[in-house]
């Protein structure tokens, strides 16, 4: 570790998801880029790894060939749970099996996942007023499945890192605690998500300080603040928030957030191996050598 790194060497590893150049939660948000060109735009952009969209391969040994031609790695497929709503238990756990095998099959040591029953964010109403509220056999529902999640991921060396997102029912800091409360933290880790938790009222700084030891994930994203803001004095869904650029990458001089005071009180708190993810849900701004670089020197500082 030289004078001039806060990090060892491969300490950090960053990766970006495909949301620079294609929506997942909203695929008719495209502008045409095909599969190939995400990609290698994402290896000479110099990302390390990047998360699944649907345009990339289903089979995962073609995905792999194609990963590995860029030197870049799956560094955190999602899940998608539904333990809060009936008749969805079996389904849940039969999705996750199959993301454990998607993992083992592509090498990979991480996955995200967030209860998105009842969630708001997909569909086109006011995203945070229909956000739904869990009641306690929910919550008890949640905690159980996730921990049940969480074991068999543990038995598999794959780490189990829950993201709070916008729209859901654990959005906010106070359900964020409850969930860290009720989980187990040997097996359900947690995923910072900076723009997520900025636009749901949270602070970051405050986030780490609480649940540092449990963070095993990180998504570095930026927020608009006077999009933000507009977005929730007029009870805009997440679809409009995005399209009118509440998101956007690290550095941009037009986000709010210190992503510097962030490195001091975590990465550099904890120093641990793991996945740093760059998201970005706007497309107008394909600035991913800039975003990565500006990272990068925010390490070597």
């Given at each position: 570790?030289?004078?001039?790194?806060?990090?060892?060497?491969?300490?950090?590893?960053?990766?970006?998801?495909?949301?620079?150049?294609?929506?997942?939660?909203?695929?008719?948000?495209?502008?045409?880029?095909?599969?190939?060109?995400?990609?290698?735009?994402?290896?000479?952009?110099?990302?390390?790894?990047?998360?699944?969209?649907?345009?990339?391969?289903?089979?995962?040994?073609?995905?792999?060939?194609?990963?590995?031609?860029?030197?870049?790695?799956?560094?955190?497929?999602?899940?998608?749970?539904?333990?809060?709503?009936?008749?969805?238990?079996?389904?849940?756990l039969e999705n996750f099996d199959r993301e454990i095998e998607f993992i083992?099959?592509?090498?990979?040591?991480?996955?995200?996942?967030?209860?998105?029953?009842?969630?708001?964010?997909?569909?086109?109403?006011?995203l945070v007023p229909n956000a739904p509220k869990f009641n306690d056999d929910q919550w008890k529902r949640l905690a159980d499945g996730l921990n049940t999640l969480g074991h068999k991921a543990n038995c598999c060396g794959v780490k189990m890192c829950y993201h709070h997102h916008m729209g859901t029912g654990v959005m906010t800091m106070d359900e964020i605690g409850r969930l860290a409360e009720?989980?187990?933290?040997?097996?359900?880790?947690?995923?910072?998500?900076?723009?997520?938790?900025?636009?749901?009222?949270?602070?970051?700084?405050?986030?780490?300080?609480?649940?540092?030891?449990?963070?095993?994930?990180?998504?570095?994203?930026?927020?608009?603040?006077?999009?933000?803001?507009?977005?929730?004095?007029?009870?805009l869904s997440f679809k409009e928030a995005i399209l009118r650029g509440v998101f956007t990458v690290p550095g941009d001089p037009a986000g709010c957030i210190d992503f510097k005071e962030i490195y001091k009180r975590w990465l550099i708190r904890i120093l641990q191996v793991g996945w740093s993810l760059k998201r970005n849900k706007t497309q107008q701004k394909r600035r991913h050598y800039f975003t990565r670089r500006w990272l990068v020197n925010i390490c070597e500082k």
């Open positions: 570790m030289s004078n001039h790194t806060m990090f060892p060497a491969g300490a950090v590893k960053f990766g970006i998801t495909p949301t620079g150049w294609v929506n997942d939660d909203f695929p008719d948000i495209d502008i045409g880029i095909p599969f190939g060109q995400i990609v290698s735009e994402m290896a000479l952009a110099g990302f390390e790894g990047c998360s699944r969209g649907h345009k990339y391969p289903t089979d995962p040994v073609v995905l792999k060939r194609e990963l590995d031609m860029r030197n870049l790695k799956m560094s955190e497929p999602w899940v998608s749970t539904y333990f809060t709503i009936n008749e969805m238990y079996q389904s849940t083992k099959q592509m090498q990979s040591g991480d996955l995200v996942l967030a209860e998105l029953g009842g969630s708001s964010h997909q569909q086109p109403i006011a009720l989980t187990d933290p040997d097996c359900v880790h947690l995923c910072l998500d900076t723009g997520h938790l900025h636009f749901a009222g949270g602070n970051n700084l405050e986030f780490i300080n609480l649940y540092s030891d449990r963070i095993k994930h990180v998504h570095l994203k930026n927020i608009r603040q006077d999009v933000m803001n507009y977005s929730l004095d007029n009870n």
